[in-house]
């Protein structure tokens, strides 16, 4: 069985999914479905500058957790770390990027987590739609989800409406520099 971080985090979705609990190694389920990739490292609740953290429930500290984390949950790649290596050995290319990244230097879980966060710190997604029409209104940090959009669609409209109303209570509607500490029960935990 052959599994990688891009069979989930897939391009189509934001490098997210669209199950409701995500298929890893053995398709075995995950306890929750996949969360986007996209701008993930620039909120304030992912960089970790007032003492905040990652995942759902805040269980890492740093992008560097949730990389090894990921690598060893048993539903999600289910190996040890050093396997991981070994299997990162077994592919000729990897050992030219490898040596491209970091010259001189053997392989090591901390340059190939470091190579990880980097590349996730990278996956920003700028200029969209909404992105023009709050510029368009000139409201790109100050935002009141309430207010129609002229620049989007009726149907885009109504979305926003949707999220303000059912995602926004974790998902906050001022998206560009709200810090999110307190964590929500989004009904997949009994007790939360």
Do not use: W
């Amino acid at each position: 069985i052959s599994i990688s971080c891009a069979s989930c985090h897939q391009t189509d979705f934001a490098f997210g999914d669209v199950q409701q609990t995500s298929a890893g190694v053995f398709d075995r389920r995950t306890k929750r479905n996949t969360y986007s990739l996209a701008n993930y490292t620039i909120f304030p609740s992912a960089n970790n500058s007032n003492n905040t953290t990652y995942f759902c429930d805040g269980r890492a500290k740093s992008i560097d957790e949730v990389i090894e984390e990921s690598i060893t949950l048993p539903n999600q790649f289910g190996i040890t770390v050093d396997k991981y290596l070994d299997r990162v050995l077994q592919r000729p290319y990897y050992e030219v990027l490898y040596n491209k990244a970091f010259p001189n230097e053997d392989l090591s879980k901390e340059n190939i987590v470091d190579a990880m966060a980097t590349f996730l710190s990278s996956m920003h997604s700028f200029n969209s739609r909404f992105d023009e029409a709050l510029e368009d209104i000139g409201a790109m940090s100050d935002y009141d989800f309430t207010q129609s959009l002229p620049e989007l669609s009726i149907a885009e409209n109504a979305g926003k409406n949707l999220f303000a109303l059912h995602c926004a209570s974790c998902h906050r509607t001022s998206l560009f520099n709200e810090n999110v500490t307190e964590y929500a029960n989004n009904g997949l935990d009994v007790e939360y």
